[in-house]
């Protein structure tokens, strides 16, 4: 190992058992901090997608109640939200995917 793989100076250098230690500690920490995100973007996108499908819900039932126009507004707004959404989360699971094949 080299001094710029070990973060906390070259005192590691002489024990490789404890740089080695120390080094997968640090990749363990970063893998809990990015499963950390990825809940907090599922759940958030959930979130979001529930309350997108909330709203096309209400737009149908206006549609049905013969408020065509507030309906279909509506209605639009909720499946156009939907649609975001959806796209986020597999961005999001997508850039997770590539950082874990990086490592």
């Not at 001094?3 to 809990?32: C, F, M, R, W």
């Amino acid at each position: 190992m080299t001094d710029k793989n070990l973060p906390l100076g070259s005192h590691y250098q002489s024990d490789p058992y404890q740089a080695s230690t120390l080094q997968l500690a640090v990749e363990l920490k970063i893998a809990e901090e990015r499963l950390r995100q990825a809940r907090y973007s599922f759940n958030l996108a959930f979130i979001l997608t529930a309350t997108s499908a909330l709203i096309g819900f209400a737009g149908v039932g206006l549609v049905v109640l013969g408020k065509a126009p507030e309906g279909t507004i509506t209605m639009t707004g909720g499946l156009a939200s939907s649609a975001y959404c959806l796209q986020l989360a597999k961005d999001t699971n997508d850039r997770l995917n590539k950082q874990e094949d990086d490592s």
